[in-house]
C-alpha cells in the first residue's frame, strides 16, 4: 500500500530533479542531444595523450587493476588504504581529529564570549571532542533519511530514529548547535565575508590535494546543491517559503574520470558592488575569475579543462594555454565572452545544415567548431586536433560524425550529469540561516561523496562493498560512537 501511493511522489520528485539539473548551463549537455560516446577511444588523445587519463566508461573495470606496473601515475589515491579501513578512516583524511578538535576549542570560545555579553546559560557544559563527532554525526544523518529537520531524529514522527537518539539529547543537541563555530572571533586583520569556515575550507582543500591524485580530463562547473526534490514535493508552500535564497554561488573543478571534487570554490553574493552574485552571473568575465581561482593550481601539468558556456571565452582559453593548461569548452553567443571570435562563425548559416555537418576556424592552436545535430552548437578548444574525427552514437539514428573535441565533451560532461544524479541526494539536508554554516555543511557533503570515491577505489571496497547509503550509514555509526573503528585483528 506504501509503495502504490509513492508511485507518483517517485515520478514528481525525478521530474523536479531533471528540471533542477537543466537550469545548471554547464551540465545542458544529455544524450537527447549529443547521444552517447563511442565504446571505442583509443583513438582519442583525450585518453592516450599520458599515462594518467583513461576514460570515464572504464574507470570502474581498471579499479581492479590499481597496482599494475603499467600505470603508477593513474588516477586515484595517493595511499594505499588497509583491507580493514572503515568509513571514518576515509573521511578522517579529509576531516581529521585536530580540525574536530579545532571546532571543539572554538566552540567552547564562543559560547564563554556569548554568555559574558548576553548573560549565564546554565545549561551549557564545555563540549567535547566525543560529543562534536555525535553532533556531525546527528547532521550527516540528514542526508540519507531526507527529513525536514534534524530535530526528526526526537521526535515521535516517520523520520525519527531511535536507534541513535539515545547517544545525545535533543536538548544537548541544540546548545551545541547554538554555539557551534569554526572560528569564534574576527582578527582585526579580516575582511573576508567566509572569515568564519575558511580555515576549515583551507584544510579541506591541503586533505583533497595529498589523498587524490586527479586525471588529466577536469571540468568546471556547479554542482547541483539544490534542496532533495523528494524533500520538496512533500514541502508545504509555508515551508518553502521560509526557507531563504542561499547567499553564495558554489562552483567545483572536478574530476571527470571519477567524479572526485579536486577543488571548491565559494562565491558570496553580498561581495562588494562587480565581484557580487547577481553580476557573477550575468557578466562572463567574472566567471572568468571563478575559473582562474579553480585552476590557480593546475599550472603545468598539462590538464584538460572542460567548461561550460558561462566560462568558455578565447582570452581566458588564451591565458591557460600559456600556464600549461589546455581547454575544451562550449560556446553560446548569449552567455559568453565572444570578443576575439569571427562573426562570421558565430551565425548560423542561411543554407540548411545535416546532421554532423561542421565547419572550423583557427587561430594558432585555438579551433573554433559550429557543429549541427537538430540545432547548432559550437565548441572552442586547444586541446584537440580539429582534422581528428570523432563520433557520437545515437539510438535510433546510428553514427553522427563530429570532430573530436565534441565526442569528448559529450562524453565526460554526460559523466558530470550522472555524479549529480546518484552523489546530489546525499547532500545534508540541515539548512541554516547563517551563509557560513550552509557552506560549511555543504563542503562537508562533498568531503563525504570523495571519502566514497576513495573506499570505491580501495582495496576494502572489495571486502564491504558498501553502496553510497549504507556508506553514509557506517560513518554516522561511527561517528556516534556505535560501531568499533579499530582495525581487526
Not at 63 to 74: A, Q, S, T
Not at 210 to 237: K, M, N, W
Request: aromatic content about 12%.
Amino acid at each position: 500500500m506504501a509503495e502504490g501511493g509513492g508511485g507518483p511522489a517517485r515520478r514528481k520528485a525525478l521530474s523536479l530533479l531533471e528540471a533542477a539539473r537543466s537550469r545548471y548551463e554547464s551540465l545542458q549537455i544529455s544524450d537527447d542531444v549529443f547521444g552517447e560516446s563511442g565504446q571505442d577511444s583509443s583513438g582519442n588523445p583525450f585518453y592516450s595523450t599520458s599515462a594518467d587519463s583513461r576514460s570515464a566508461a572504464s574507470s570502474q573495470d581498471e579499479e581492479d587493476d590499481e597496482d599494475d606496473e603499467g600505470r603508477p601515475e593513474g588516477p586515484g589515491p595517493t595511499r594505499k588504504m588497509p583491507l580493514t579501513a572503515s568509513a571514518m578512516d576515509f573521511f578522517q583524511l579529509f576531516v581529521p581529529d585536530n580540525v574536530l578538535k579545532n571546532m571543539v576549542v572554538q566552540t567552547n570560545m564562543y559560547a564563554k564570549k556569548y554568555q559574558e555579553r548576553f548573560g549565564s546559560d546554565d545549561a551549557w557544559i564545555d563540549v567535547t571532542l566525543t560529543e562534536m563527532k555525535a553532533f556531525l554525526g546527528y547532521m550527516i544523518s540528514t542526508s540519507i533519511h531526507h527529513c525536514e529537520s534534524v530535530l526528526s531524529i526526537w521526535s515521535s514522527g516517520f523520520y525519527s530514529n531511535k536507534s541513535i537518539a539515545l547517544i545525545m539529547t535533543q536538548s544537548r543537541f541544540e546548545k551545541i548547535l547554538k554555539y557551534f563555530h569554526i572560528v569564534a572571533f574576527r582578527s582585526s586583520q579580516t575582511t573576508h565575508g567566509l572569515y568564519k569556515i575558511q580555515p576549515f575550507l583551507d584544510s579541506l582543500q591541503n586533505g583533497f590535494d595529498s589523498a587524490f591524485r586527479p586525471s588529466q580530463a577536469q571540468v568546471l562547473h556547479e554542482p547541483l546543491i539544490d534542496e532533495d526534490p523528494v524533500f520538496i514535493a512533500t514541502c508545504t508552500e509555508r515551508e518553502l517559503r521560509k526557507r531563504k535564497k542561499r547567499k553564495f554561488s558554489l562552483w567545483v573543478r572536478q574530476c571527470s574520470s571519477t567524479g572526485f571534487i579536486c577543488q571548491i570554490y565559494v562565491h558570496l553574493k553580498e561581495g562588494s558592488g562587480a565581484d557580487g552574485l547577481d553580476a557573477l552571473k550575468n557578466k562572463p568575465q567574472l566567471h572568468s575569475m571563478v575559473a582562474k581561482s579553480l585552476c590557480q593550481n593546475a599550472s603545468g601539468k598539462n590538464y584538460i579543462i572542460f567548461t561550460g558556456p558561462s566560462i568558455t571565452s578565447l582570452n581566458l582559453f588564451e591565458e591557460f594555454e600559456k600556464q600549461g593548461i589546455y581547454c575544451c569548452g562550449l560556446l553560446s553567443t548569449r552567455k559568453s565572452d565572444c570578443t576575439g571570435l569571427p562573426p562570421s562563425m558565430l551565425n548560423n548559416p542561411e543554407t540548411p545544415q545535416s546532421r554532423g555537418q561542421y565547419r572550423i576556424r583557427m587561430k594558432g592552436n585555438m579551433s573554433l567548431i559550429c557543429w549541427y545535430n537538430k540545432g547548432h552548437f559550437r565548441f572552442l578548444t586547444n586541446a584537440y586536433s580539429p582534422v581528428q574525427q570523432g563520433v557520437i552514437i545515437k539510438r535510433k539514428s546510428g553514427e553522427i560524425p563530429c570532430p573530436l573535441a565534441v565526442e569528448a565533451f559529450a562524453a565526460h560532461l554526460s559523466y558530470i550529469c550522472k555524479y549529480d544524479d546518484k552523489y546530489s541526494k546525499y547532500f545534508i539536508s540541515h539548512k541554516p540561516n547563517k551563509t557560513w554554516q550552509q557552506v560549511f555543511w555543504f563542503a562537508i557533503s562533498i568531503a563525504i561523496n570523495n571519502a566514497y570515491i576513495l573506499y570505491k577505489m580501495s582495496e576494502a571496497y572489495h571486502v564491504t562493498r558498501y553502496s553510497r547509503a549504507q556508506f553514509g550509514e557506517r560513518l554516522v555509526k561511527e561517528l556516534l560512537g556505535l560501531e568499533d573503528t579499530s582495525p581487526s585483528h
